[in-house]
């Protein structure tokens, strides 16, 4: 894989996916900005992937077009064409001055109850058996159940959405098969739907996050179209990183039992111990950008047109940034990693993400003798690129009330 990595490192080979860390570590030592499989440029070192990130020419219109046209005419392109995420000024300006308030640590206050209730109603009937598969059991649910208290929405709704959301999202990876695609066709009719009557039957005065949308339509600056896209844009990004995050932090503290044992131990540890996990295996492993201008970039010339992809994963193991960079320690003085990006693109969800991931491996850890229930090397990860999560982490522990 090394080998491999200096010639044309390749994310959606199937070692590289399972654990990418390796060439990382090779790439940051031996070549931070590398030509990598189909001509893709790929920025490694934590500064570099922090300028290319604040840097205007490298944009976000061309990876817009590029999805629309890999996903093909119809209801889906014109959905993508308007994600929030695709979009460069002015138009991601005015999509984040809209949704903006409701993702302030002021505002998600009230949601901090329902998060910690959700974990304990999940993980009640755990406790009794003594065993659950944490991905399914606790992790996409708790993150699927806050997304949509943020935009206000039911959470007897969180099967269909669930379904339709990880089903559209499967499409927005270089990993998407044709099956993967007709799957996305077929979701987001039922997904964009079931949208425009949760906003039918809305009004514009209420506290969440489809309400603050539905008031800026009224005053024309988002339109329906935009609604929609930014609603299953959050729900798809909302509960897919979390979800994931949750698994890969659990499995870092499984993976090294004296840091469960410290933060089982010393509770006051967990905002620490969320920051390392992550910065060590973050569910957002990378972004893409395609370049409006020819850029040099550590004596490698960029051509314009070209794809950039920025190693978020990579970037978080620096060892120009991070001492020790690929050890595990949560009494690590606490420095911001790349997993929520940086610049006026850094992620509006961090304050709910943090909140969710404190609450959940709190949780977690004080469950008694909490060990992993498989082989480690029977662990999946999810066919994926940018993201990076667990198809399943099965745990056991001592039973109780």
């Known amino acids: 894989m090394l080998a491999d990595a200096v010639t044309a490192f390749d994310p959606t080979a199937d070692d590289v996916r399972r654990d990418p860390y390796p060439s990382y570590h090779w790439l940051l030592r031996h070549d931070p900005v590398h030509r990598g499989a189909h001509h893709v440029w790929y920025v490694s070192r934590f500064g570099d992937v922090r300028a290319v990130l604040g840097d205007e020419r490298f944009a976000r219109t061309g990876i817009r077009q590029f999805w629309t046209d890999l996903v093909g005419p119809g209801l889906l392109s014109r959905i993508v064409g308007d994600i929030i995420l695709f979009q460069d000024e002015p138009d991601h300006g005015r999509l984040r001055g ?62 269909a959405v669930g379904r339709w959301s990880r089903a559209v999202g499967r499409t927005l990876d270089r990993g998407a098969t044709a099956e993967d695609m007709l799957e996305g066709h077929a979701a987001i009719a039922d997904f964009a739907d079931y949208v425009e009557q949760a906003l039918a039957a809305r009004r514009d005065d209420g506290e969440d996050l489809l309400a603050l949308m539905l008031a800026a339509h009224r005053r024309g600056l988002m339109s329906r179209n935009e609604i929609v896209s930014t609603v299953v844009t959050f729900i798809f990004t909302g509960h897919e990183t979390v979800a994931s995050q949750v698994g890969n932090g659990l499995l870092s503290l499984l993976s090294h039992p004296e840091q469960l ?26 972004n893409t950008r395609q370049l409006t201008a020819d850029v040099e970039l550590h004596g490698r010339l960029l051509g314009r047109h070209d794809v950039v992809v920025v190693l978020a994963g990579a970037a978080n193991r620096d060892p120009q940034r991070y001492d020790r960079p690929d050890e595990f320690d949560i009494r690590r003085d606490p420095i911001p990693s ?38 480690p090397e029977e662990l999946t990860y999810q066919p994926r690129t940018m993201f990076r999560g667990l198809t399943r982490l099965p745990v056991a522990f001592t039973p109780g009330d």
Request: with cysteine; glycine share 6%.
């Open 338 to 375: 790349m997993s929520f990006g940086a610049g006026m693109r850094y992620c509006l969800g961090s304050y709910l993400a943090r909140l969710q991931l404190r609450t959940a491996l709190s949780a977690l850890a004080g469950l008694p003798d909490l060990r992993l229930a498989t082989a």
């Open 98 to 159: 809209v949704v903006g308030p409701a993702f302030s640590p002021s505002a998600l206050r009230r949601l901090e109850p329902v998060i910690a209730a959700t974990v304990e109603d999940l993980l009640r009937p755990a406790r009794a058996r003594g065993t659950m598969d944490v991905v399914a059991e606790l992790a996409y649910p708790l993150a699927l159940r806050a997304v949509l208290g943020l935009l206000g929405l039911p959470d007897s709704d969180e099967d």
């Open 261 to 286: 044992d410290l933060l089982r131990w010393s509770p006051q540890l967990v905002a620490p111990a969320v920051e390392e996990c992550l910065r060590y295996d973050p569910a957002v492993q990378s």
